[in-house]
């Protein structure tokens, strides 16, 4: 048996089996590195640090006794580091990123530019109000972007991603109830949901309960009005939803909603779909976050904070989370305390210490007035366009299980192609890896066997599409024809080879401790 480079028996006839190993232990011309801890020194750095004067310490008993276990490198070390890191991490500025439900788009460089202005990116939430008028004026402008896309009359600012948003609306409708003097404990979610929304429900101290989905991969809208009742506080529902669909009974259900006295909270992450072109407020939406970092191309997680405002309508306005960004006639302010010069609010609380994420306000709004209202709404028609161009392509060899109409942004594929080739849809996935493609989302919606969620974005052109299309047709019709070998321990060719990522959530090793040095950088 042959081992691979991270030590594990190799597959069965794959590259590895029959490769000459390195003498380095490095592979083509990328390095394989230790933690930088176990490549530094002491006493190696990068700058030439004079030598401190020191007088008597103020610090009493508190002085370190051992050495800080910081790794020491020289410059063009640090440098190679990150480097070589950054080259670990597959992104939208690699290559085409075909997550559904997460629209992993293009991060303009325009937006960033913006972000780095000075009088923007340097601002601090403690300076005096009079100082970042202009950082408000930005605040209020993206604010009236978003009210005016969404069709609905005021935002809530400062949350800070999606599922905060999904906080911040259930904290403002139960606000609503509580004034009315009722108390409401149930909260509807369709079962194709997205794990956040049960999981803020059951956050904020709701029971959940789960509406099924019709077999055209729809919310079940009469099973939804069966569960409606005086003790339904509200539903929770994405539009289009997690199969990419668009709710064709979204009106109806929000009226019978509203007539259980219920609200309808939104979920709005695949609001890039119908940006533009469909305002929720007009569908009777109460409360919907929006994902500058999916809609407004803001960076993802890793990439920066998210940001996640929430539009409300008029009956959920007034409990809107403090700060409350006004404007006096003269200039703005930005209210922490809700009292008699507050205009009627009475605010739930607040979701944060400050006022949001000025970077990603920044990002967005650069994004939006770069494109202009016509642009927003062409961006959401290119990406439906290129996800129904997947669809259509790829429907005669993987099954589309909602595939006899046209989709929204995010082509949903199921594994029932795959029926007996003993291929799954991880292995399907992991073999993307070895194509130079990041896997599309797995499993997910899991009203769906097996399900692969696409999701292209507009800002793929036909050719990069067209590539991918043929890399997944082929892949497809190799696995029904019995060659196994692509996709039997993929990824071959990726720095790491499949990985046990249970062990790796559930386990995971953040903290490297030297030997000698066991209370080092506690
Ligand atoms: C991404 C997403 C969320 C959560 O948003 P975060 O910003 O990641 O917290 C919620 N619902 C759906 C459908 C999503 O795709």
Same mark, same amino acid.
């Given at each position: 048996m042959t081992m691979n480079r991270q030590g594990r028996p190799s597959a069965p006839g794959t590259v590895e089996e029959n490769e000459l190993?390195?003498?380095?232990?490095?592979?083509?011309?990328?390095?394989?590195? *230790? /933690?930088?801890?176990?490549?530094?020194?002491?006493?190696?750095? @990068?700058?030439?640090? =004079?030598?401190?004067?020191?007088? +008597?310490?103020?610090?009493?008993?508190?002085?370190r006794k051992g050495p800080i276990g910081l790794p020491g490198l020289s410059e063009p070390e640090v440098v190679r580091h990150y480097v070589r890191l950054s080259r670990q991490n597959y992104a939208i500025d690699s290559g085409l990123?075909?997550?559904?439900?997460?629209?992993?788009?293009?991060?303009?460089?325009?937006?960033?530019?913006?972000?780095?202005?000075?009088?923007?990116g340097d601002v601090h939430p403690l300076q005096p109000q009079q100082t970042v008028q202009g950082a408000f004026a930005l605040i209020s402008e993206l604010m009236r972007w978003l009210t005016t896309l969404t069709g609905m009359p005021a935002v809530a600012m400062s949350p800070k991603a999606g599922a905060h948003g999904?906080?911040? *609306? /259930?904290?403002?409708?139960?606000?609503?109830?509580?004034?009315? @003097?009722?108390?409401? =404990?149930?909260?509807?979610?369709? +079962?194709?949901?997205?794990?956040?929304?049960?999981?803020?429900?059951?956050?904020?101290?709701?029971?959940?309960?789960?509406?099924?989905?019709t077999k055209g991969g729809h919310v079940d809208a009469d099973a939804l009005e069966a569960k409606l009742g005086p003790d339904v506080c509200a539903i929770m529902l994405t539009n289009p939803n997690t199969c990419g669909l668009f709710e064709p009974r979204i009106i109806e259900m929000a009226e019978a909603v509203h007539k259980a006295g219920a609200y309808f909270y939104c979920d709005g992450a695949n609001f890039n779909a119908i940006a533009g072109r469909v305002r929720p407020g007009d569908l009777g939406i109460d409360a919907m976050h929006i994902n500058l970092h999916k809609t407004f191309s803001t960076p993802h997680g890793g990439g920066g904070p998210g940001a996640g405002p929430v539009v409300l309508s008029e009956r959920l306005a007034p409990y809107a989370p403090l700060p409350l960004l006004m404007h006096d006639g003269s200039e703005f302010r930005m209210i922490e305390h809700a009292d008699a010069a507050s205009g009627g609010a009475k605010p739930f609380g607040r979701m944060c210490a400050f006022h949001g994420q000025m970077g990603m306000f920044t990002r967005a709004l650069a994004y939006m007035l770069s494109h202009g209202r016509d642009g927003v709404r062409q961006a959401s028609e290119d990406a439906v366009l290129s996800a129904n161009y997947i669809l259509a392509s790829l429907k005669d060899v993987m099954s589309a299980p909602f595939g006899e109409g046209p989709c929204m942004h995010e082509a949903l594929f199921d594994d029932s192609f795959l029926e007996g080739t003993g291929v799954t849809t991880l292995d399907f996935a992991k073999a993307m890896i070895d194509e130079g493609y990041h896997p599309m989302t797995m499993y997910f919606p899991l009203v769906v066997h097996g399900a692969m969620l696409i999701e292209p974005t507009e800002s793929e052109s036909k050719e990069s599409l067209d590539r991918f299309i043929h890399v997944l047709r082929t892949m497809a019709l190799e696995a029904k024809d019995g060659k196994k070998e692509r996709f039997e321990g993929a990824p071959r060719l990726a720095p790491r080879r499949r990985l046990d990522e249970t062990a790796a959530a559930r386990k995971p090793v953040l903290r490297w401790r030297p030997k000698d040095l066991p209370q080092a950088a506690e």
């Open positions: 190993p390195t003498i380095s232990g490095d592979r083509g011309l990328d390095h394989e590195e *230790g /933690l930088i801890f176990e490549l530094g020194r002491e006493g190696m750095t @990068g700058v030439d640090v =004079p030598d401190v004067q020191m007088s +008597e310490t103020r610090l009493g008993g508190l002085r990123y075909p997550l559904g439900s997460c629209t992993m788009k293009h991060n303009p460089r325009l937006n960033e530019k913006m972000a780095r202005l000075p009088g923007f999904e906080l911040c *609306g /259930l904290l403002a409708i139960r606000a609503a109830i509580e004034a009315r @003097g009722e108390k409401r =404990p149930r909260i509807l979610v369709p +079962e194709s949901a997205h794990g956040t929304n049960p999981a803020t429900a059951a956050f904020a101290g709701f029971t959940v309960d789960e509406v099924p989905a």
